[in-house]
Each structure stands twice: as structure tokens, then as C-alpha cells.
């Protein structure tokens, strides 16, 4: 792990708060805007903006990933491929 890109320090918590409410809202489909975010935070907005950019490109990736694969589900991962009663039960 490249250490160099964790300082070691606590985030404020109005950093930690800026940075939910615009996850949150992008979750919600929403679009915030970085540089407001940044305007009512100006405090934070060194470390914010990297956050902040880092989330946006995340959700892009995940709306892309939803596009690819509707019908995907994480869950699917955890059922049982051979369910009791099925063919291949205990084999």
C-alpha cells in the first residue's frame, strides 16, 4: 500500500460531512457540483477536492456497470448454485 497517499490524519468532521452529503446525493441521482460543495466548505476544500473527484468518477463507473448488467446483483454471489432438492445437490 502506498502510504504516501494517506497522511495520517483524522478528517474534520465537516470534511466527513461535506463528503456524505455529496456521495448521498449522487446516490440519489442527483449531480452535485464540486465547486459549490467546495464554496460551503471552504476550509476543507483542499482535501475535499480529491474526495470529491474521486466519488464522481466512482459513480460514473458504477452507473456504467448498472447500464452493462440490469439484472446484476451482488447477492447473487451468495446463493447456493446446488440448493437442496436440485439435481446437482451434494454432488
Known sequence: MDKSRFPGRT????????FAEFSEAQVRGENPSIEETL???PEH????RPLLETAVD?????DEFKR????F?????FRDPNPPGSDKAGS
Request: glycine share 4%; hydrophobic share 35%; aromatic share 18%.
Open 11 to 18: 478528517p474534520p468532521m465537516g470534511e466527513l460531512r461535506a
Open 39 to 41: 464554496a460551503r466548505y
Open 45 to 48: 476544500a483542499e482535501h475535499l
Open 58 to 62: 466512482y459513480q460514473k463507473d458504477v
Open 68 to 71: 452493462k448488467y440490469p439484472d
Open 73 to 77: 446483483s451482488i447477492w447473487d454471489f
